[in-house]
C-alpha cells in the first residue's frame, strides 16, 4: 500500500522538519537524489542539461548539477527566470564550473527543475519553448513540470518525463498522471506526515485481501452474486458481468433478467432465470450493464436497491438513478453501493468531472453516500467518508467495449464475499487493469479475452502476497 499526500500536508510536514534540521540540508538531500539517479540514467553518458524555473525546483537541479560536475559530467543550465533562480544552488553550479546557456544542445540527459509543489497550470510559453524542443530522455525534479501536482491535470504543455524523482512522500500527480518511472529520496517527513490523502493499492493488497475457500466453506458461505445485466438487445453485457463474477470467486453466480439463455449457454455453471422476482437469495447484486432504461429496468432496480444486500451499480443503472433521483429511495440506507460511471455517466450524474478527478469523485461519493469508482486511465475510488483509492493502469488496453461489463461483474463477486465495498472496488479495478495487460500483451483484445485473464491477475496479486 503506498500512501500519497497532496501538496499543502507535504509543505507542513516540510516546514516541521525544516525547523529542526541545517537550512538547505533538505533541498541538498534531495539534489544529491536526483543527481544519483541521473548518472544511472547517464550509464556511461556525459552530458546533462538543466531546466531551472524561478523556485526551489530549480534550486534542486542547480544543486543537482554541482553534484554531477563534481564526479566529471558536463552540465549546462538555461535559467527560465535569471533573477529569480535558486541563488545559492546557482553559485554553487557556478564554482562546479556549470554553464549557463541560452539552449540546451547535444545533451544526453535533461533534469526538469522548471516548477514542483509550487507549479499551476501549463508550462508557461518560455519554458514550453524550451520542453518542445527536447530530445534526450528526461528526468524531472519531485514532478514533471505542467502537470498539476495534486490533480494530475495537463491542460496544455507539459514535459514527458521518462523518470520522476521526487522527495519526502509521493504526492498525488505520482498516481494520477504520467511520471515515467517514479523513485523515492528519503527525506525524513514520513512522521510529520499524518494519514495519507490517498492510497495506490500494491498487487500484494490485492492479493491478500482477495477472498479464497476456506476448509469449512460452500458454494453458499463464500457470498452469492446476483447479476441483474443485459437485455434482449444486449445479452452480451450479462454474459461478460455473469462470467467475471464467477471467475473472481468461487461463490454461486445467480443470473436473472432476459439474456438468461445467452448466459446459460456460456455458463452452464450460473444459476439463471428470467426475472428478478424468482432470483433467490444474493449477496450482492450487479446492476446496470446492458439493462435498458425503461419502466421493466427501473423496476429491476428498484427491487435491487431494497434488497438490503450491497449494490454495484454500473452502466444503465448509473444513467437511470440520474434521470430518476427518486429511485434511491428504494434504497435501505444502510445499503452500501458502489456506483462506477465513466466521465459521461458521471456528469449525468453528478455534473461534470473537471480537472481535479479525486475532488469530484468525493464529492459523489459524499452526496450519494456511496462508493464511486471513476473510471479512466487512473481510476480513483472514493468512500463517502473521504477515504480514496487510485489505481494507475500502465497500458490503455482496457480502453475496449464490454470491459465495463467485467469490471462490475468483479466488484459485484468481492461485494458478496463480504469485503468493504472501497476495498472490494479498489482490488477489482487493480486485478481488471493486471488482467488487461496480460490478455494484451501487446495487442489489441475483446473485453471476453480480458475476462478470460481473470484468473491469471488473481493468481499473480495472491503470488505476490504469498
Ligand atoms: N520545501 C522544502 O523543504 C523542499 C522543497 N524542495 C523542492 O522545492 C519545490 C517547491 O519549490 P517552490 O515552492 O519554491 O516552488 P516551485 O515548484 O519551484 O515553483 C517555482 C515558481 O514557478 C512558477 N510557476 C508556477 N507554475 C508554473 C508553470 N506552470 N510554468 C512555469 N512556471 C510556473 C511560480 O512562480 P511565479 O512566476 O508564479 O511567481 C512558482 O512560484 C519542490 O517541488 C521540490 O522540488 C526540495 O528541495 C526538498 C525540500
Ligand atoms: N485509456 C484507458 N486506459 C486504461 N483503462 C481504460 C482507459 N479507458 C477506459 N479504461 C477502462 O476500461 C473500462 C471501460 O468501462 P466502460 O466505459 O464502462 O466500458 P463498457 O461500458 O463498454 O463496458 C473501465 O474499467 C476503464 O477504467
Ligand atoms: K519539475
Not at 160 to 169: E, K, L, N, P, Q
Not at 364 to 380: C, E
Amino acid at each position: 500500500m503506498r500512501g500519497l499526500w497532496t501538496t499543502d500536508r507535504v509543505r507542513a510536514a516540510e516546514e516541521r522538519v525544516l525547523a529542526r534540521v541545517p537550512a538547505g540540508s533538505l533541498m541538498r538531500r534531495a539534489a544529491f537524489g536526483v543527481a544519483v539517479a541521473a548518472v544511472d540514467l547517464l550509464d556511461g553518458r556525459r552530458r546533462v542539461g538543466l531546466l531551472v524555473g524561478a523556485g526551489n525546483n530549480g534550486g534542486d537541479a542547480l544543486w543537482a548539477g554541482y553534484y554531477l560536475l563534481r564526479r566529471g559530467i558536463a552540465v549546462s543550465a538555461v535559467l527560465l527566470d535569471p533573477a529569480r533562480a535558486h541563488a545559492e544552488g546557482l553559485a554553487a553550479f557556478r564554482r562546479a564550473g556549470g554553464r549557463v546557456v541560452d539552449r540546451l544542445r547535444d545533451v544526453d540527459l535533461v533534469v526538469d527543475g522548471i516548477v514542483g509543489l509550487s507549479g499551476r497550470g501549463p508550462l508557461r510559453p518560455a519554458a514550453a519553448e524550451h520542453v518542445a524542443h527536447l530530445d534526450a530522455p528526461v528526468l524531472a525534479v519531485d514532478s514533471p513540470s505542467g502537470v498539476d501536482p495534486d490533480t494530475g491535470a495537463v491542460d496544455g504543455p507539459a514535459v514527458r518525463a521518462d523518470v520522476t524523482v521526487t522527495f519526502g512522500c509521493l504526492k498525488p500527480v505520482h498516481a494520477l498522471a504520467d511520471c515515467g518511472e517514479v523513485r523515492l529520496v528519503d527525506l525524513g517527513l514520513e512522521p510529520e506526515l499524518g494519514g495519507p490523502d490517498l492510497v495506490e493499492l500494491d498487487l500484494a493488497d490485492v492479493g491478500a485481501a482477495w477472498p479464497v475457500p476456506g476448509r469449512d466453506d460452500d458454494k453458499y458461505t463464500q457470498g452469492v452474486t446476483g447479476v441483474a445485466a443485459g437485455s434482449a438487445t444486449y445479452p452480451g453485457a450479462a454474459v461478460l458481468a455473469t462470467g467475471s463474477a464467477l471467475l473472481a470467486t468461487s461463490g454461486m453466480v445467480r443470473y436473472a433478467g432476459a439474456a438468461a439463455e445467452g448466459v446459460r449457454a456460456q455458463w452452464p455453471e450460473a444459476i439463471c432465470t428470467g426475472s428478478i422476482t424468482d432470483a433467490g437469495r444474493v449477496q450482492s447484486w450487479v446492476v446496470g450493464p446492458g439493462l435498458g432504461t425503461g419502466l421493466g429496468a427501473e423496476d429491476v432496480l428498484r427491487t435491487v436497491l431494497e434488497a438490503g444486500v450491497p449494490v454495484c451499480a454500473d452502466a444503465d443503472a448509473i444513467t437511470m438513478l440520474a434521470n430518476n433521483p427518486d429511485l434511491w429511495d428504494a434504497r435501505d440506507p444502510d445499503t452500501p453501493v458502489v456506483l462506477t460511471p465513466h466521465d459521461r455517466e458521471f456528469e449525468r450524474l453528478a455534473g461534470e468531472v473537471g480537472p481535479d478527478r479525486v475532488a469530484a469523485a468525493r464529492r459523489a461519493a459524499g452526496k450519494f453516500d456511496a462508493v464511486v469508482l471513476l473510471k479512466g486511465h487512473a481510476t480513483v475510488v472514493a468512500a463517502p467518508d473521504g477515504r480514496v483509492l487510485v489505481n494507475r493502469a500502465r497500458t490503455s488496453w482496457a480502453a475496449t467495449a464490454g470491459s465495463g461489463d467485467v469490471l462490475s461483474g468483479l466488484i459485484g463477486s468481492l461485494l458478496a464475499a463480504g469485503l468493504d465495498p472501497l476495498l472490494a472496488a479498489g482490488c477489482a479495478a487493480r486485478v481488471h487493469v493486471l488482467a488487461a495487460e496480460l490478455a494484451a500483451d501487446g495487442a489489441p483484445i475483446p473485453a471476453s479475452a480480458l475476462l478470460s485473464a481473470v484468473p491469471d491477475a488473481i493468481r499473480a496479486a495472491r503470488r505476490e502476497a504469498s
